[in-house]
């Protein structure tokens, strides 16, 4: 099984991996593999930038993604993948890329495409001046994010979206967004666990401490 886990900074994409790992883990299903994948090194020239991606994105897919199989009984976690080459190069590297498609086309039925995605004042709650995303670029990543992911052509989907109330204390925002990762994970582990590929789109998502219970439309 592979899971690609997407989002801008600060979105909660490392705690829903340590999370899912953990459970994962604890219940006997798998040891996940994480896999990082950071920016190319910024000194390159942009020709050499978008080749090292690229290359580096297809050869994951050829020849690790094909090793997680229902046979292997094992998991591959990447923390950030291919969405991310949609969002940030036309904001930050000067340059377009055109292989989403292509890529997700390669991979196998077994991979889960899971976005973790915010309301923008809700990063901006937890952002401490990162020296890559812009704070004023906050609500232009969520949207490129959220537009990478609907075109996604990946058959197994799941996108995690957390609401900022005004009218709730940021701690309790924070919660909210805790209880939507819960929910996720607790969803994803039979999925996971029995290797299915049958076709999903899930999406997880309160407007207030009240929908609490209902977490999934």
């Known amino acids: 099984m592979n899971i690609i886990v997407e989002g801008v900074d600060k979105a909660g994409k490392s705690t829903f991996i340590r999370m899912l790992h953990n459970d994962l883990v604890n219940k006997g299903i798998a040891a996940p593999t994480i896999r990082h994948f950071d920016k190319p090194n910024l000194s390159f020239s942009k020709n050499h930038q978008i080749d090292v991606q690229r290359f580096d994105y297809f050869w994951t897919v050829e020849n ?104 709730t204390s940021s701690d309790e925002n924070q919660n909210m967004a805790s209880i939507m990762t819960y929910a996720a994970i607790r969803d994803l582990l039979p999925i996971i666990n029995h290797y299915k590929t049958e076709p999903f789109t899930h999406t997880y998502q309160v407007k207030s401490s009240e929908e609490i219970e209902n977490v999934r439309v």
């Open 64 to 167: 690790s993604f094909s090793h997680y199989t229902e046979l292997s009984k094992q998991v591959l976690i990447c923390d950030r993948f291919h969405l991310g080459e949609m969002v940030y190069p036309p904001l930050y590297r000067g340059y377009h890329v055109d292989y989403q498609h292509r890529l997700e086309n390669m991979m196998p039925k077994n991979t889960i495409l899971v976005l973790l995605s915010a309301h923008h004042n809700l990063i901006k709650d937890r952002f401490e001046g990162e020296d890559y995303l812009k704070g004023n670029d906050i609500r232009k990543c969520i949207k490129l994010f959220d537009r990478a992911y609907q075109r996604s052509i990946i058959p197994m989907k799941v996108r995690i979206y957390q609401k900022w109330d005004k009218h």
